[in-house]
């Protein structure tokens, strides 16, 4: 094969830039999610080991709060924001079948990740102390405060790794190539249990901190291969403002670093807030949010980096009745996924967190308060779902800034919901661990990233009239009152006096067959569309 991008030529097979067909989108989502599905399993393993060996105790809400500054820093630097800016730019000149300026461009903007990455890093290290006592955790004992500067300045080290690695998947998505880029997460995840498990023993929460470092490493490592795969491929060492394509990639990304900077604040609100509500309640939110946001990985995340990419073809190639038949069924799709999952998480929340943290250092009233805020956090998961469709449906079109007004007047409406509901729920008694005000920052996010959502395909449906709004609306109210009988039935299922796995097991079959019956009954057409999709994607493997 000639792998020189001057001089080869796209066989039918390999054919980069190519807008997917529906099919050929599902085929890509089932990848993805089998990938989500599997990161989010060791994500449940990386937790339940962490549970189980530090409870919802001083060293894990150090950890938790610590992973803030890198990953933010590495958002900021190189994260959605590059990808978002990144794909649509690189895939372009992919579907000009310009492979030289494709790769220029490459080259050119993995020299700029690096060298922001690590300057990023090292003012991070420095300033890491007054950081955390007077931002992060200012609600924290002093010696909580310095165990997390400790693991801030150890974990600093994924900011690079993790820009690398970053690139690497906006190159292989843009081709196209979305099991490698999936696999990623998993690798990250296998990097913090080896921390646990190894280096834990005799480093304490210092080694699940190196355990990230590894992670991150192997993060980049698991898509290397795949890179070298590609018919073309020239990155070098090659720092150049003046490339083409360079100038565009960083004004596109500019607001979506400001768009990411408004979540990443959400973050740090929560975690300020709830660093002066007792020692457990950071880990309980934490491990709730990851919880909502393995579901959200497997049902939204998945759907939406399959799609981005086709998206952005379809805009570069003016086709914009099959940018709106695309989106339409993408959000159809995620809607019918997200909303009965979103309402099992609020009645399942109790069994779930029992039955993969309980024990050990993990108490049951660390149960509680993780299901308490796990309870609040699914009742958003459709909004966030949604939202990661619809965002990079604003990425296609080259539109990056109404994402970040929005995304900006809901982060204000998050903190303003977040110190009006501590208050609220302080006054209705949830004053105190296990059932705290903490909740209240839950349900802060979850109504802002609903009503983030809900503005965002309202702006997206004017400047688009020629889409029909009917089919998506149809779906969503059928869903969710199929999603409301299943949630009776189970409600009812719970009050029987069960063994543990069996109540949960039960709860959820339960669940999955009423939602399914209901949802024929009313004829929603993604009942029969999405798993006739997915019987033909586990026979075709």
Known sequence: MNNNPLTASPSPAEDPGRALTSGEIARAASIVMLAFVLSGILGLVRNAILSRTFGAGTELDAFNAALRLPETLFTLVAGGALGSAFIPVFSRYLNRDEFDKAWTLASSIISLVIIAATISATLGFIFAGPITRNILVPGADAGEQDLTIELIRIMLATVVLFGT???????????????????????????????????????????????????????????????????????????????????????LMGPRVLGLMVVQVNFWVNVALSSSMGQGSLTALAFSFTLMFTVLGVLGQSLATAVFPTLSTLHAQEDYDGFRRTLSSALRNVLFLSIPAGFGLVIMSRPIVQLLFEGNDWTAADTRATAWALAFYGIGLAGHAALEILARTFYALHDTWTPVIIGGTAMVLNVILSFTFIEVFS???????????????????????????????????????AMDPRPVLLTLGRTTAASAGMLAVVWGWLQLDTPLLIELIGGVSLGAVVFGGLALLLRIPEATVVPAQLKRRLSRS
Not at 444 to 454: D, H, K, P, V
């Open 165 to 251: 690695s970053g690139l690497l998947m906006g190159i292989l998505n843009s081709h196209q190539r979305f099991t490698a880029p999936a696999l990623a997460p998993s690798m990250y995840n296998v990097g913090i249990i080896f921390g646990a498990v190894a280096l834990a023993p005799s480093m304490g929460i210092h080694g699940v901190a190196w355990g990230a470092v590894i992670g991150a490493g192997l993060h980049m490592a698991a898509q290397i291969p795949s890179v070298f795969k590609l018919p073309y491929r020239a990155i070098r060492p090659q720092l150049a403002l003046d490339t083409e394509g360079v100038l565009e990639v960083l004004s």
């Open 427 to 465: 006054a209705l008694g949830a004053d105190s661990y296990p059932i705290g005000p903490f909740g209240g920052l839950a349900l802060a996010n979850s109504l802002a990233t609903a009503i983030e959502s809900t503005v965002l395909w309202l702006i997206l449906k004017r400047q688009m009239p």
